[in-house]
């Protein structure tokens, strides 16, 4: 009993503070609570964690704590049981330690914002979500934990609710969600429906013993159900359209939430539902066109955005494409391994373009930055860090994981590998872009003397920077062998291997000529494919084919449709009727209640007479028989 | 004198029968009576045929679980006792009645 | 001999529980109350609850009734008022009763073997250690929660006594 | 049948001698509230006013068995039974001594030995009540009327303090019938500690037993708690319309009351029969000296040329003293008697006790008397109780 439930209560306790008396604390306080009880929780992981022996080779099989019978209802026993096994000590460490950071720099970066307490109570309450969705042993609760976030994310997003926009982007993301979770629900039902429980291990073990689908049968459709609620959680095609505009919060929750942890759910759930998957090759197979697709897909868009979170939003969502790419080639291991890497760097650039913005108090356009490598040296360095990182530059972490995606894509379909390169030189090529627009050549901001962030921001800046650079070595995979087998790494064609290597460097060279030896080309680019680039440039026409697609026949449905047909129509009408059905027959047994105790008495008893007689001539016998 | 017929050991029906005519005597108490308290006491009556029932099918079982009911009965009996004491108490103090007729005015 | 003793006791309790229907006086009703919880105590010796029987003394017949009795002197109850009952009542109640007990005689006689019987001293759980083990392990949270139910009958009782009426 | 044969002989003894040391207990009572307040009490009815407690009987017996005109008939004949009936059943469970040895015959000196004595004891004095109640409402008097409810009231708030105090104890002794309550008290510390409720460890029961006593005074409406029969409130309380032999019921349950709860004082916390320091230091020659002493002390008294009286009577007791001395001194016998001895001598000094503080005390105002049980000896037992359970879980293995 390692008092796993302590972790995700530590933060909830720090919610329940901030949230109930926030308002009356003083800021140091409010500081102290939010962080603070993060870092306990991260902690009390590496305690828990060092105590199973996830750091000393030990943690083979699953550990799980019962604490309680949630749901009692039929054959289906659902419990409130957390479980640690090296997926879950990965994810555990992930969260909580990028919590600590992002929770160190909001300190910093929220300190001129209003209802600082309101942030950092959501923030709370989102890790104590999220470890819950990690912890969690059974679907329903991963289901909780899933919900949970998703609620965290729109409150957070929406966090400027004074701004449209960003409201707008707060609901876009909640309802997008929904149609995710909708299909994970039905998911759930199914596996009820189809093993009898939601427990992980005896799902997966009933899993493991099943014969593999080569036609699609019930598992497939769990199996793309599933999909369903990760491509919504984790921002893939079609439902990717919330995270770009999820931009709209605070930088540290684009951080948080929409980089480092959540958006990596739909991984882990995918992952640690890999049994699953196993026996469904189709569903695999549909993970991994859509990551491949997504990746590619949201790459291209990354190139010409001028929103530096924006930019670093579609990386996101292409790095996340990757993950689905591993994952949908069974390389599990090398999923989650990116889910790592991806959380070290992606932060960190999120918090450096934070730190970015915060300099220029609140400029996002890259045409509005510029040379800001005197002005503030140490976000330009951590940013150089994370930037090799993601542009995969070989002996980074993101290159060691994203070498081990390709490898496995190379393995299951040579296509899906050159399509993954290409689009890993694009990645490099649009974050360079970024990174040379904004640090390089002269300043064309308006706003004057950007300023060096406080310590607490480049502090927690400094640490990524340095995981994101050595933290390929720590070897995922190979931790993660007890749970997913690693194929034997058959070798890669020298050409792949050689390409592989020099891409992310073929990639950043390019972004230095274009936006640092001759600015002049990528408008002349433009110019000469306008009608690509605009395409690009309004991602596709995306959002508004959603728009007519989808959002206005729904509206116009419901207007016409359910609101004045059904609704005043139909149910009002049944509610009204059943309101005067009701009146009617009560004024005729008002009469019954006479207000006197002993008449109400009389028809209590009338009854039991009634019931006894009935048990007298049928003869049932509650119980006590012969 | 003539011997009567009695069997060695008492059935268990006839506890459970005991039990179901001292209920239905506090049934009739609660329904003819029109004193608060002597109502009240009726229901004090049901509550011991009921835990009369609970013993014995505790013995029926060989269980102990039966006693632990009856002594939450009588629990509870007390908790109501005193409670229920009290609201006639203000009854009288409001109305200067007993009469449980004369408490009606939740009708209609 | 258990039989006699049954069959006494049992009377016992039946007349004085029909007694306390009859009497029009709450004190008279009240003794007789008293009377039938007397019998019960014995008849769950008879059935081995020993710990259950004095408690039966203790709580019902020592403390609710007397408070019972208390309550009526305090208000100083008199006799009810004699009304013209309703006929049918009387007509229609008392072969009501009757039938029910009936009926309900028959169903437990169908759920019941009449072969088992009580004999006294076989049952051996009821004793206060039994009790007791079983109240304090299995039974803890609720025994818990009547303690915190008896706390809040205190308060309410004292809120609704002291209570002045203008 | 021998059983019941048995159980018949044992229940006419011990109804006897009940009855008879109630009559006494009062004598003595008399006597002894008497010396305190230096008179000499009952001396005219027979040698050193011995006979008083007969005549008091044969007077109560012959009086005119008067009744009230505006009294609840029935209750009011049924209240004294109910006191006296109930006080008389509760000594049913006491145990006076070990077990009775004639030759192949053996028989525990105890009527029945119930294993929930103790409960057995606390549901009747619950039920006792009723008499008390019932007997202030059915004589529809006020003063009756208040001394009813008085009394009821106050045995019910002191039932709480009292069974509290008798709880703590029996956590100890871990038992429920007094007779293995007794033997769990048997033994000495160090030899000559004797292990008392009172005196044993882990936590020695001293407070609960002072609690037990006060309640006790309560229950069995003594000085200073005598305040249902009030008499310069109440004129006497709830028996103020009772004459002859239903007063005489009451007087009676009264002093059985008080006998009961002695022995019950005795049995739980000083130990019943247990001596008060072991044999080999020669505990059994206790009651052959005291009675020696108190022969000599009679001789002595009776004989001296100044006194004028009790020229006859003295010696006679000093002789039977001596005597009953003797038969200490013989070893069948003394078995027998020895526990009895002890027994009965610390019942007889509770009761002792009973008497003296009705000899010094004034008696408490009634809300007082409330605020007292509630707010000082309930809180009291109740922590008592705790630190008792506290310190045996503790120390149990």
Redesign the interface.
Known sequence: MQNLWIIPLLPLAGFALNGLFGRRFPKAVINTIAVGSVLLAFLWVLKSLSALGAFSGGLEETHVEHYFTWIQSGVLNIGVDFAVDRLTAVMLLIVTGIGTLIHIYAVGYMAHEGGYYRFFAYLNLFMFFMLTLVLAQNFLLLFVGWEGVGLCSYLLIGFYFTEKFATDAGNKAFIVNRIGDFGFSLAIFLITIHFGTLDFGSVFSQAKALPIETSPGWITAIALLLLVGATGKSAQIPLYVWLPDAMAGPTPVSALIHAATMVTAGVYMIARSSSIFLHSPLALNVVAVIGIATAFFAATIGLVQNDIKKVFAYSTVSQLGYMFVGLGTGAFSAGIFHVMTHAFFKALLFLGAGSVIHALSGEQDLRQMGGLAKKIPITCGVLFCASIAIAGVPFTSGYFSKDLILESAYEYAPWMFWVGLFTAGMTAFYVFRAFFLAFTGKYRGKVHHPHESPFVMWGPLAILAALSLGGGFINIPKYLEPLFPLAEGSKLPPLASFSLLSVGLVGIALAYVMYVLAPGLPESLASSFRPIYTLIYNKYFIDEAYDSAVVHPVIDGSRSLLWRTIDAGAIDGTVNGVGKTARAIGSVL?HA??????SY??WV?AG??LV??V??LT?I??G??? | MPEIPLPQSVPLAWYLILSAILFSLG?AG??FR?NVIT?FMSIELMLNAVNLSFVT?SY?FKQVDGHIFSFFVMVVAAAEAAVGLAIILTIFKNRQTLE??E?????? | MDAILFLLFAAIAVICAVNLVLQTHPISSALSLVGVMGALALLYLQLGGEFIAAAQLIVYAGAIMVLFIFVIMLLNAGKERKLPRKLWVTFAGVP?LAG?IA??A??IH????VTEGVKFGSMTHGSPQEIGRSLFQTYLLPFEVTSVLILIAILGAVVLASKEIE | MNFFIVSLIKSALVAFVLLTALAYIQWVERKVLAHIQLRVGPRRVGPHGLLQPLADVIKLLTKEDMLPSHVNKFFYFLAPFIAVMFALISIAVIPFGTELKIGSFSTPMQLTDLNIGVLFVLGLSGIGVYGVALAGWASNNKYSLIGGLRSSAQMISYELPMAMAIAAPLLMLNSLSFRELVDGQGGFYFGFIPRWAIFQGPFPQIISFLIFIIAAFAETNRVPFDLPEAENELVAGFHTEYGSMKFAAFFMAEYCNMVTVSCVGALLFLGGWQPLWPAEYGSQFVPTLIFAISGLICLYHGLHPARPFDRFTLPVFGVIFLGIAAIFLIPIVATILLPLFWFLAKVGIILFVYIWIRGTLPRFRYDQLMNFAWTVLFPVAIVNLFVTALSVALTSK
């Open positions: 008002r209640q006479s207000g006197y105790i002993r008495a009389g008893v039991a007479i006894v007689i048990m007298g003869g016998s509650f006590v028989t012969r | 049934v609660f329904l029109r109502v099918f029926k449980i007729d408490v009606s005015s939740l009708k209609n | 009501l029910f009926i309900a028959f169903v169908r759920m019941l073997p």
